[in-house]
């Protein structure tokens, strides 16, 4: 079984300023983890993967994500927050061999501040 | 760019009405996914083609009907849908090697 928790519902930050959305994950063997995002009436949009190699991986839009292992987390970041980053954002996982379909997180909506 | 186009964009329907979804992608890709996505929530998976044949379908109800005529094109057909079924509902190919899903832009459903 895999599954995906993002803990919080909302993350209210001020633009400038550096963002952080959390996720955390489970699956049996290695994961492939992914951040989506989606704008108002808008389908998911791929931001970043990671497979394997560098714990730090880099997507689109300036945002990054770091692996962490040890605490099975794959939160996702961006140095300075725009007001355009405002989105719902998701968190994915599927795990290297077992099935193609991921398992997506509820999702955290993102609130960048003027 | 997905390279998944869904039309219509949006499309408002009674619960007598039959209305189909589209979906088309030109990358040779040979598998194609269904979501159905209520608002501020994560997409839920319906349908999955693979070689053009239904390989999984989650318990959907038999209002919802798939086709896949070719391995470029994907139909939703709907027929006396509820006003429960009034979502964002989106196609999804993969990536070439498979490990990635990338969407389409989605067709907001309303059923009135």
């Known amino acids: 079984a895999q599954s995906v928790a993002q803990p919080e519902d909302q993350v209210n930050v001020a633009e400038g300023n550096p963002l952080t959305v959390k996720c955390t994950y489970s699956?049996?063997?290695?994961?492939?983890l992914f951040w989506y995002v989606q704008y108002p009436n808008r389908g998911l949009q791929f931001l970043l993967k990671?497979?394997?190699?560098?714990?730090l991986v880099k997507g689109s839009y300036g945002f990054e994500a770091e692996f962490n292992k040890s605490q099975t987390s794959f939160h996702l970041k961006k140095p300075s927050a725009l007001v355009s980053d405002s989105a719902l954002y998701f968190c994915?996982?599927?795990?290297?061999?077992?099935?193609?379909?991921?398992?997506f997180g509820r999702g955290t909506s993102l609130i960048v501040h003027p | 760019d997905t390279e998944v186009t869904q039309t219509p964009k949006h499309l408002v329907m009674g619960m007598t009405n039959k209305k189909s979804l589209k979906c088309e992608q030109h990358?040779?890709?040979?598998?194609m996914y269904w979501y159905k996505q209520k608002a501020k929530k994560p997409p839920e998976l319906m349908f999955v083609?693979?070689?053009?044949?239904?390989?999984i379908n989650e318990s959907v109800p038999s209002r919802f009907s798939p086709e896949c005529p070719n391995s470029s094109l994907l139909n939703l057909h709907l027929h006396a849908l509820q006003p429960e079924d009034s979502a964002l509902y989106l196609c999804?190919?993969?990536?070439?090697?498979?490990?990635?899903?990338?969407f389409g832009p989605g067709t907001r459903l309303t059923v009135l």
């Open positions: 990671y497979i394997t190699g560098d714990n």
């Open positions: 083609y693979s070689y053009e044949k239904l390989s």
């Open positions: 699956v049996s063997g290695n994961p492939y």
């Open positions: 999804a190919r993969p990536s070439l090697g498979g490990d990635t899903q990338y």
């Open positions: 994915a996982v599927r795990s290297l061999g077992g099935s193609y379909i991921p398992t």
């Open positions: 990358m040779g890709h040979r598998a």
